[in-house]
């Protein structure tokens, strides 16, 4: 079946710094990737789509300045969180839409922030 | 506008015991519908679907039938185990290709 990779599984950085995390079809091409947040015990929230070959399109609340999405290739999508803030500790779940079989998720990045 | 109501958790039920989790829509046009498990620490598998009304989505002994007229689609398995203790997601997809409106999910434990 399809299959999603995401790299970090978890990161610890320090505020201020900025961190990259990548997610990738392994065995399909995704012209549409999606980006999670979800906070401890709470449901998932939809940060923004990413379209390959063009500008990200954003969910309303969410600094596009702040998260940058750049989806360059037909498997690869990354979510830049710029200048972490403690604030910005969240679990970071990608997605991508396979062919026929739905959804695909990436299994998470733990982001913490100190 | 488009939404997904799941029934609250946590549910802790007994090994074999029956389950449901109520999952109601609000949506625009005809909606496919989703039922997502996480486990602690992981992303989402997909654990069933149904893209049209009446349509029963099954999968290791889960079923979910869409019911356009109650606009629900209700997850139940007649006998749980331990290893199905996870956080359940209810979603739907308006658009082909389009982005997934999640419910709140429901945490569900099931005690030896």
């Known amino acids: 079946g399809a299959v999603v990779s995401q790299h970090p599984s978890w990161v610890i950085c320090k505020s201020g710094t900025s961190v990259k995390i990548e997610c990738r079809s392994l065995?399909?091409?995704?012209?549409?990737m999606f980006w999670y947040r979800q906070f401890p015990k709470q449901s998932l929230m939809l940060m923004a789509t990413?379209?390959?070959?063009?500008?990200?399109?954003?969910e309303q609340g969410v600094e596009k300045d702040k998260f940058l999405i750049n989806h360059a290739s037909l498997t690869l999508s990354t979510l830049t969180v710029t200048s972490a803030h403690p604030e910005d500790s969240s679990f970071y779940i990608c997605?991508?839409?396979?062919?026929?079989?739905?959804?695909?998720f990436g299994s998470g990045t733990r982001l913490t922030v100190v | 506008g488009d939404s997904v109501t799941q029934m609250e958790g946590p549910v802790t039920l007994s090994e074999e015991a029956f389950l449901t989790i109520n999952c109601t829509y609000t949506?625009?046009?005809?909606?496919?519908l989703f039922w997502y498990v996480q486990y602690p620490g992981e992303g989402l598998q997909l654990l069933l679907k149904?893209?049209?009304?009446?349509d029963k989505g099954s999968n290791k002994g889960f079923e979910a039938t869409y019911r356009k007229e109650t606009t629900s689609f209700h997850l139940e398995k007649g006998s749980v185990q331990v290893s199905d203790s996870a956080v359940y997601f209810c979603?739907?997809?308006?658009?082909?290709?389009?982005?997934?409106?999640f419910g709140q999910g429901t945490e569900l434990s099931v005690k030896p």
């Open positions: 149904a893209t049209k009304a009446d």
């Open positions: 065995d399909f091409q995704a012209t549409t």
């Open positions: 990413s379209n390959e070959g063009s500008k990200a399109t954003y």
């Open positions: 997605s991508a839409r396979d062919q026929g079989e739905g959804y695909t």
């Open positions: 979603a739907l997809s308006v658009d082909q290709g389009g982005k997934l409106i």
């Open positions: 949506a625009t046009g005809y909606p496919s």
